[in-house]
């Protein structure tokens, strides 16, 4: 026998009986999958309610799951191209993008339809969008719904409104609110908490916010997961992440849901 390969094939077994050895000592940990938020609210906030939603998927997948928050959208698209993202809830234009050019499944929605209204003060005197043309209206940045769907309202580039863009929609109905600009673009839902704002005009429905799924997660831990967002209101941690959503439930959902949705997208910088 060739007393180097005996010698090598024994430096391997060595190597081996080490790596087993290692690998009882210190078990390897869990693997920990991100659950990325959409910025459509301040960092902080966006924790509050969405913390108990990772910590209820974390207990029934077994694996920790990271909230992600970024300070706006642009920073949102961006790591979202990069692929970065295990489990996303997002508006229905990126989920729509995601099924389309990354092969993400969706898991389960939001209740209801989502819109969004173009508001202003009760002093302004504003009865349709062309009285807002050269005037201020405050909105998240692109590619975020508001700024996006301002180009549908607004389509004539030599009739357009002044764009102050915001970090998050509460900026936007608060600065409006305190009539620092005319009006703002803010989802629907917010305007409840302003009193103080009217509605000049509101976009079409849509399908609600979506979760979704990176293929990397792979089909046997998309379907527990879909079956704990759903079985959500049965379970004690699950009802904690609902009332932190001010949500009763989660709505069954897929890809189907959110086709054509990416559109809106179509002539943004990078889609």
């Not at 010698?7 to 000592?25: D, E, I, S």
């Not at 693997?31 to 459509?40: G, T």
């Not at 917010?190 to 849509?206: A, G, H, I, M, N």
């Not at 904690?240 to 809106?264: I, V």
Request: glycine share 4%.
């Amino acid at each position: 026998m060739n007393p180097t390969r005996t010698l090598t094939r024994g430096c391997w077994m060595v190597v081996l009986c080490l790596l087993v050895q290692a690998g009882l000592a210190r078990p390897l940990a869990a693997a920990e999958l991100s659950l990325a938020i959409h910025p459509l609210l301040p960092a902080q906030r966006t924790i509050e309610i969405y913390q108990p939603l990772a910590d209820y998927l974390s207990a029934v997948s077994g694996q920790k799951v990271r909230l992600v928050t970024h300070a706006n959208f642009l920073a949102h698209w961006q790591a979202m191209k990069r692929d970065e993202y295990d489990l996303v809830l997002d508006g229905p234009h990126f989920t729509a993008y995601r099924i389309e050019k990354m092969g993400y499944t969706v898991l389960a929605k939001l209740p209801g339809l989502l819109s969004h209204s173009l508001v202003t003060n009760t002093e302004n005197m504003v009865l349709e969008p062309a009285e807002l043309i050269s005037r201020s209206i405050a909105t998240t940045a692109s590619p975020a719904l508001g700024a996006l769907y301002l180009n549908i309202i607004f389509p004539n580039p030599s009739r357009q409104p002044t764009i102050i863009e915001t970090t998050d929609v509460e900026q936007a109905a608060e600065l409006a609110e305190q009539g620092k600009v005319v009006a703002a673009l803010i989802p629907t839902p917010l305007l409840s908490r302003y009193p103080d704002l009217v509605t000049v005009f509101t976009t079409e429905q849509v399908v609600s916010l979506g979760i979704s799924a990176s293929p990397k997660l792979g089909a046997e831990l998309q379907n527990t997961l879909r079956k704990a967002l759903l079985d959500a209101p049965n379970n004690p941690a699950g009802r904690k992440a609902l009332e932190a959503m001010t949500a009763e439930e989660l709505e069954p959902a897929d890809n189907a849901s959110f086709q054509d949705m990416e559109r809106l997208l179509e002539g943004t910088w990078g889609y």
